[in-house]
């Protein structure tokens, strides 16, 4: 190689990375958001929101995150007008130098912060952010456009998420216990009134209304030996007492709940974890670790999933709190056994249909139109909370796994789990149909087989 050319390669090696331009590969790194989605998830343990109000905290920021990201990317369509009431956010300037990816992360984590109680630390984690991105050597004036610009499209979306009727639903009243027979009553150790009555009226998504997916009613109640709810009853009365090493372990795996009492004598304190939906975050963050998607994938399949668990816990609390079936361990302790209790604490709301059927279904179905129907993994999200991992060949074998957890924990018939999974079939379905994300229509879509 002659010098003339070795001097040209030098020139060109160098133009490449200019200090003003060699931050950028360090920038692009899906990294930053995966930690962005976690630490929102901490906080979300952290202030205790239940599984619906959780899944509406994910939804938004990643909407935001994915718009930014999509107004550069010519690959990648706005879901501005195939959202209920989203308008189109504003869109960068390509005259101008920007970073897409510092936008994102921008608009993710202020419309994150303005959904949460500990504002601070989101604040706390954003300062550690910021640092970590500025060290990458991206110009202070490229920093201050991206995230102005993040700021612009975290603002829209807050503006449209405070039309979705949450806000009003806050100051609804209580659910008033029934004395029906069948009715669902608070349940054990706190009895705390019954969560989000009224989840039914926050706007949707995609799906055309909380009733769109109606799933058939429940057993009827009915105590005689011989009927059907009887033997419901009866099959988790039984599995609960004669549970196996490996069906005790996959019902605390799958357990979720954000708020476990514990109480000894007069003391009383109380375990905090993740939600359903936030399993489903963490399964996402697995899957798009393993497959190396780059940031504009990574926040579409957050985006997909945070919006299928949105809907589909929009239509499971329509049915729950229509049918407002009563929970098994209240009906098994004034029936059959006073001193049974389930393995899990049950959750204070109606019994049919179970939650983790529907929302897991919904996800997982959005999971494997992105990754594959053969898409296997190591769920380690429950690790941090004692539980080992847990091995899956697809995310529909994980969301199976999700729904039967339900009758080992001991908190639902077989009816809510099976006719649940159905209806979480039916939203990720129809989300998956109506949502465009691609401007090559199928583009990166899998058919999932029956």
Known sequence: MNNKLIGLLALILL?????????????????????????????????????????????????????????????????????????????????????????ALQAYTQVGKALIFSEEKMEK????????????????????????????????????????????????????????QDAWKPTPPDYMDGIEPHWNKIRPFV?????????????PFNMDESSQFYQELI???????????????????????????????????????????GHWMGITAIATRKAESSFMETTEAYALTSIALFD??????????????????????????????????????????????????????????????????LDTTEMEFGLPARSFNSFIDASSEAAVSRLYGGIHYMPAIDNGVSQGKNVGEFILKKLETRNEPGANRVSIKE
């Open 15 to 103: 133009n490449a990375c200019t200090p003003s331009t060699a931050y950028k590969e360090s920038v692009n790194d899906p990294e930053y958001f995966q930690r962005s989605v976690k630490a929102l998830t901490d906080i979300i343990i952290h202030d205790i929101f239940s599984p619906p109000v959780a899944s509406r905290i994910y939804a938004y920021p990643s909407i935001a995150a994915y718009e930014v990201l999509a107004s550069g990317n010519d690959e990648f369509k706005s879901l501005a007008g195939q959202l209920k009431g989203f308008s189109m956010p504003p869109q960068s300037d390509t005259t101008k130098d920007i970073s897409l990816e510092v936008a």
């Open 125 to 180: 984690y954003q300062k550690q952010l910021w640092t970590e991105i500025d060290n990458t050597g991206i110009p202070s004036d490229v920093f201050d456009r991206s995230k102005a610009y993040g700021q612009e499209v975290a603002d829209h979306v807050l503006a449209w998420a405070d039309k979705d009727n949450y806000k009003q639903t806050r100051t609804f009243p209580k659910y008033t216990i029934l004395e029906d």
């Open 207 to 219: 799906i055309d209304s909380a009733t769109q997916f109606v799933p058939e009613p429940p057993t």
């Open 235 to 277: 099959e988790v009365y039984e599995t609960g007492k004669n549970l196996t090493d490996e069906e005790e372990e996959i019902a605390k795996f799958w357990d979720c709940n954000p708020y476990v009492s514990h109480h000894a004598g007069h003391a009383m304190f109380a375990t905090k974890k993740i939600t359903p939906g």
């Open 312 to 377: 589909a816990f929009i239509s499971c609390w329509d049915e729950k709190w229509r049918s407002i079936l009563i929970r098994p361990e209240t009906v098994i302790n004034e029936y059959l056994d006073e001193s049974w209790a389930p393995l899990l604490q049950t959750p204070p709301f109606p019994e049919y249909t179970s939650g983790h059927s529907v929302i897991s279904t919904a996800a997982a179905y959005t999971l494997t139109d992105l990754f594959g129907e053969n898409f296997s993994f």
